[in-house]
Structure formats: structure tokens, C-alpha cells
């Protein structure tokens, strides 16, 4: 499945527009192959997203993203998995002073609670199950094809808990999936961390889809008869909601394009944007499957008359039995 993990799907939408006053003073939002400034932008698109501000249109489009949520994690507990694997990504959480393209985790633990916000994470500290043998082995199968990896062993200190705990909380990309799709009870998994964000060790889409492939193969290989679910947390279109583009994507996605995919000039694929390439890869896992898509919704979220935002696209293929 593919999730949104978004700050906003765990705000009022009362509160949705001081997100915007954020973005008012990003003077490099994404869109359409470039930067822009605010002003800029909002002259761009003509305030053309102004009638969609109404505490009245927030509350709809908030209802639909929880319960689009709620069956996301429904979807999650009927797949009835062992083991999972959650591709997300680190936005300066812990690699401050580095940048690895592409971690897999092969510790043992993983930990999550405050102060991470609460809709991340419970009230309370916990602990979840990692699996660092097929992490391990999932390394090892990626470097015989050629794919160099990070072997992170010890989550870094999370730096953007203020103040710091004693424990090391995961970036918010997997804190999101085990409280909202897990609930709190991941299964043995293996955290992979890709660096979508950052330039200039961001793998490329190409790259990313070849990933997706050495996993399936990877994972058809592993001797335990298990099932397995693959997750990719983040996406759609954001900072700058771009509905057009979305749509698009999703698209692709139905139809397992990849030559349309990585067509897609890559100055599209930044800042939130990028994590779109998580989603390719779980599609590229699930392919020989010929699992079909099943969107449970796509709700943009708009938090100014510019149209910045996020595109909230919740989506999941279903391998039959």
C-alpha cells in the first residue's frame, strides 16, 4: 500500500491554515519543475484556490482523508501479514550531517512516542519488532545487484524531538504507518530509508523501479513461507498541492507504467513530491502478482489561495492468495 503520511491528517482542519503562513514564507516551493517564491506562485495560479479555504470545504475534505484512514488500516489487517517492509525517508530527522541515497535498518528495535506528535505516535513510549535477519539478507541481496547500500544498525537520535528522550524516536514517514495503519502492532518488519529529498544522492526513478524489482525477486527467494506486506509512507504532490499532476501519476500507477513514470522529468520528483518514487517501488514489487489498485481516495488538501498544500492519495494493491 501507499500512504500519505501528512502533519495535517492529525489537525483540525481549524488549524489547517496556519500551515500556510509556513509556506508563505518558503521561498522555495516546488512546482512545475522549479522553484518558486509565494507571491510568485499565488500570481501564477491566479488565488485561484481561495474558495477552498472555507472552514466548511477543510472539514469535508479532513472527514474523507480519515476515513479514507480508517480503511487503509481496515485493508491492512485483512492482508493479515508476518512480515512487513516500510519505505519512507529521513527529512534531516537523524542524518544531519550525511546523507545515505539509500539504508536499510538491521537492528533489532525500533522506537516511537513522544514527544512525537500524536499523530505519529502514542502517548506513552513503545518499542516494535524489527527483522534484522531479512534485513541483512535483503542488503546482501542488493549488492549483488549492484545497488550500494547503507547498513544502519542504530537509529540516530531523532533531532527534531524537542525536548531530546532517552530513546531514539523513527523519522515521522514510519512512526505514521505503525500508529495509523498498524495500530500500534507492527508486525516484524525492515524500515528502508530512501533519500527522496535531498540532492545530489537521490535515487533517480529509474533507479527506484530497478529497486522495487531486486525486491520482489529478493523477497520471492527468502525460504520462510510468509506473507509479506510492502509500504511506502509519503506522497502525494507536496508542498504545493498540484491535482493535475496527481491524477496523472495515479494513472501510471493503475496501469503499471513505468516507461510514463520515468519519462516524468526528475526536477518533478522534489522536495514532497519525491516521495512518489516510494510508491513505484512497492507497485514494481507487486507487479508479477498482477495485483490491481484499489484508490480508496484522493483528497487534495489546500491550506492557501496559491495552492500549496498536499495531495492526500491512499491507494493499495491486493495480491490474491
Not at 39 to 66: K, V
Not at 191 to 201: A, D, E, G, K, L
Amino acid at each position: 500500500m501507499a500512504v500519505p503520511h501528512s502533519g495535517m491528517l492529525g489537525q483540525a482542519p481549524e488549524d489547517w491554515l496556519k500551515n500556510g503562513e509556513r509556506d508563505r514564507n518558503n521561498p522555495e516551493l516546488w512546482f512545475r519543475n522549479r522553484t518558486w517564491t509565494y507571491p510568485e506562485l499565488e500570481a501564477h495560479r491566479s488565488a485561484a484556490f481561495a474558495p477552498f479555504l472555507t472552514l466548511e470545504e477543510r472539514t469535508a475534505r479532513a472527514a474523507r482523508c480519515r476515513a479514507a484512514l480508517d480503511e487503509m488500516a481496515s485493508a491492512y489487517r485483512r492482508a493479515n501479514v508476518d512480515v512487513a517492509i516500510i519505505l519512507g525517508k529521513d527529512q534531516k530527522e537523524i542524518f544531519t550531517d550525511f546523507s545515505p541515497s539509500i539504508a536499510i535498518y538491521t537492528g533489532a528495535e525500533v522506537h516511537n512516542g513522544p514527544p512525537q506528535r500524536a499523530v505519529y505516535a502514542p502517548d506513552h513510549h513503545v518499542t516494535h519488532p524489527c527483522h534484522p535477519e531479512l534485513a541483512t539478507y535483503l542488503v546482501q541481496a542488493f549488492q549483488r545487484e549492484n545497488f550500494d547500500l547503507t547498513d544502519l544498525f542504530a537509529w540516530p537520535d531523532n533531532v527534531w524531538m524537542k525536548p531530546l528522550p532517552d530513546y531514539p524516536v523513527v523519522p515521522h514517514a514510519y512512526s505514521f504507518v505503525y500508529h495509523q495503519i498498524m495500530g500500534d502492532d507492527p508486525p516484524p518488519h525492515v524500515p528502508v530509508i530512501m533519500n527522496c529529498f535531498y540532492p545530489p544522492t537521490q535515487p533517480s526513478m529509474v533507479r527506484c523501479i530497478e529497486f522495487g524489482r531486486i525486491l520482489s525477486e529478493a523477497l520471492k527467494a527468502w525460504p520462510d513461507d510468509v506473507r509479506v506486506g510492502i509500504i511506502a509512507s509519503g506522497g502525494l504532490s507536496h508542498f504545493v498541492n498540484d491535482e493535475e499532476f496527481d491524477r496523472r501519476i495515479m494513472a501510471m500507477l493503475a496501469a503499471y507504467d513505468y516507461e510514463g513514470l520515468a519519462a516524468v522529468d526528475e526536477r518533478s520528483y522534489q522536495s514532497g513530491t519525491s516521495e512518489i518514487k516510494l510508491y513505484v517501488s512497492v507497485m514494481k514489487a507487486l507487479q508479477e502478482t498482477g495485483a490491481q489498485m484499489s484508490l480508496v481516495d484522493y483528497v487534495p488538501c489546500w491550506r492557501t489561495a496559491a495552492g500549496t498544500g498536499e495531495g492526500m492519495g491512499f491507494m493499495y494493491w491486493n495480491a490474491a492468495d
